[in-house]
């Protein structure tokens, strides 16, 4: 088929463009600007167009095009003018998905490390996770092949056209809930439909919800099935040990309890689809972390580090690693810079980020939040967050192995020694990594 993706410069469009062009299709796109991700399509010889125009449309077979593309753009119209089909990133998902054995992973939090180290256990697997993957240094492994490790999407229902073969879900805590009209019935109406499309289910017995559904599932209890955790360092790397049940202990990249979690579910959906427990063991050791999780920039008297939390029990989990990394690794001091991510999302959470913090950093720094498309609410990071005393800056800079603080043009402090870490789904990624 002859495919053009309209927004093929995001990361979620990108990969399903590599996806297919693996499967065969022959891909081109367009974008407003040139990402990183539309270089690495275009050196695979993919054509694309930057911005956007009607003259891309030409004798394709379909056309989808990203969550954020109006109705209104130029190269929709042109593609209705000349009666080719016309899909959203959500609605292409059934027609790609349909015909592959998919293990699908969904949940607030995790989601995208559970699916890399569910890629690195088959890495005979094609993989689209919404996150790179340092293993593999993409966020798609684009193999012809039947199975596919996918990282689904509840905030859009997409998840539901996912075509799950297996349902692997951490957690289901109430996120993104705009999309469901603020109703909790609704949302978890269509966990339970996500639940009733796979064929198999991985879930953890920790959330609430999943440990009543009365479908038949492989469980997870993590307290009474994963024991002795400890925590080293290996060439200044997080890495977790742990034992499951009576299959023997394990090892992966990463810090806390929740990364051993994680690492369980993929655990025991390999082993219920009939992988030997020694093999998994091997392969799990593969898995290197992915980018902008627990992704420590700089080693040294200066540990930067920067990771995607952006909600209360993300941070929560995010800053006791890093505790534990400061442990180990001999640092005494903590600082952690946070960028609010969405006006709502804030404001439905506020109480819970107001103490995501507490005894878990020496210092606090509070970027603007990022907007992320919202309009603007009236919330007071001043007021809110004044039992923390927080130090605001307006944006912050690498200087090497060190961090600048700024309040616009005039710098208010160096961060050079301990542990910094970023926290936020913004662009502090690129603040923390930007000389």
Partial sequence: MRIHFIGIGGIGISGLARFLLAQGAEISGSDIAESSSVKML??????????????????????????????????ILRA????????????????????????SVCGAHGKSTTSAMLASIFPDFGAIIGADSKEFGSNVRALACKSLIFEADESDKSFLNSNPYYAIIPNAEPEHMETYNNDLEEFYSAY?????????????????FLANCNLPC????????????????????????????????????????????????????????????????HNLAQFRGIKKRF?????????II???????????????????????????YVSVIFQPHKYSRLLHNLESFKRCFDGLCDEL???PIWRAGEEPLDIDLHKEFAHLNPLFASHIKRDGDSLLLFDKERVLKRLDSGIIIGLGAGDITYQLRTQ
């Fill in 42 to 75: 275009k050196k695979l010889g993919v054509p694309i167009t930057i911005p956007h125009s009607r003259e891309c449309i030409t004798n394709q077979d379909l056309v989808i095009h990203s969550a954020i593309i109006k109705p209104d753009n130029i190269e």
């Fill in 80 to 103: 209705r003018e000349l009666g080719i089909e016309v899909f959203s990133r959500a609605q292409a998902l059934e027609f790609i998905l349909k015909d592959k054995r998919v293990f």
């Fill in 192 to 208: 339970r439909a996500f639940l009733h499309k796979a064929k198999k289910r991985v879930v953890s017995d920790s959330d609430a």
């Fill in 218 to 281: 492989v469980r997870l209890d993590p307290a009474k099935d994963i024991t002795d955790i400890s925590y080293f360092l290996r060439d200044n790397e997080p890495c977790t040990r742990f034992t499951l049940r009576d299959f023997g202990e394990f090892e992966v990249y990463g810090f806390g309890e929740h990364i051993a979690l994680n690492a369980s579910l993929a655990i025991l959906c390999a082993l219920d689809f009939g992988k030997g427990a020694e093999e998994i063991r």
């Fill in 295 to 303: 992704d420590i920039l700089t080693h040294g008297d200066c540990v």
């Fill in 306 to 332: 920067d990771d995607y939390a952006h909600h209360p029990t993300e941070i929560t989990a995010t800053l006791k690693s890093v505790q534990i990394y400061k442990n180990l690794s001999g640092q005494n």
């Fill in 365 to 367: 720094v509070i970027l």
